[in-house]
């Protein structure tokens, strides 16, 4: 348990609506990332974070923005949401470490649902 | 680029039954492996992990061993259990980086009493 939690852990939206979900993590760690789960796609990378302010897009970034304002706190953003967005998200860290040390742990995920 | 691909499922075995999930891998470099499990509803949970050519990673009863030459990292257990049943993710790390990892798209398992 790297203690992330996430927030809310379910959601109902209408399309065209501004969504924003939480990612918590207690442990202090420098990178966080948000994925999507899709059926026969996996996991895939929206945006993660490697410090205060400072983020990158993954593969699947058009209509997801994140802040990250604080260490603890990675906030995802759909800022008007489509039904092609209905996913369960999840958050994770990566541990620091030596180059091929590192690891990801995730958090308990989001299920979003938008009609 | 870095891509991980893992044999399609689902997968359905009895109790007791040998278990293998294929796992390959392309990677610009050598990047460490990891096997997760997911339980339905929660998030994935490193299962195991191996850093290097040859290394074996092991964790209740799993084991994957880091193959160079094949570009492999198959998930063997010998007697599986109702309480594996669960999804299983190959995935690798950047080994240029190890800021950014690649997941194949899951394995569903289903162990039958």
């Known amino acids: 348990d790297a203690g992330i939690t996430q927030s809310p852990r379910h959601k109902v939206t209408e399309t065209g609506t501004p969504v924003t979900l939480r990612c918590h993590q207690t442990?202090?760690?420098?990178?966080m990332y948000w994925y999507r789960q899709d059926p026969g796609h996996g996991l895939r990378l929206i945006h993660y974070?490697?410090?205060?302010?400072?983020?990158d897009k993954g593969e699947v970034s058009d209509g997801y923005s994140v802040s990250r304002s604080k260490t603890e706190d990675f906030l995802l953003t759909l800022e008007s949401a489509t039904s092609s967005q209905t996913s369960v998200y999840f958050c994770?860290?990566?541990?620091?470490?030596?180059?091929?040390?590192?690891?990801?742990?995730f958090g308990p995920g989001t299920r979003l649902t938008v009609t | 680029g870095n891509s991980v691909t893992q044999m399609e499922g689902p997968v359905t075995l009895s109790e007791e039954a040998f278990l293998t999930i294929n796992c390959t891998y392309t990677?610009?470099?050598?990047?460490?492996l990891f096997w997760y499990v997911q339980y339905p509803g929660e998030g994935l949970q490193l299962l195991l992990k191996?850093?290097?050519?040859?290394d074996k990673g092991s964790n209740k009863g799993f084991e994957a061993t880091y193959r160079k030459e094949t570009t492999s990292f198959h998930l063997e257990k010998g007697s599986v259990q109702v309480s594996d049943s669960a999804v299983y993710f190959c995935?690798?790390?950047?080994?240029?980086?190890?800021?950014?990892?690649?997941f194949g798209t899951g394995t569903s398992l289903t162990v039958i009493p």
């Open positions: 442990e202090n760690h420098r990178y």
């Open positions: 990677a610009t470099g050598y990047p460490s």
């Open positions: 995935a690798l790390s950047d080994p240029k980086t190890g800021n950014q990892f690649y």
């Open positions: 994770a860290i990566k541990t620091s470490g030596a180059l091929g040390f590192h690891e990801q742990y």
């Open positions: 191996a850093t290097k050519a040859d």
């Open positions: 974070s490697y410090g205060v302010k400072d983020t």
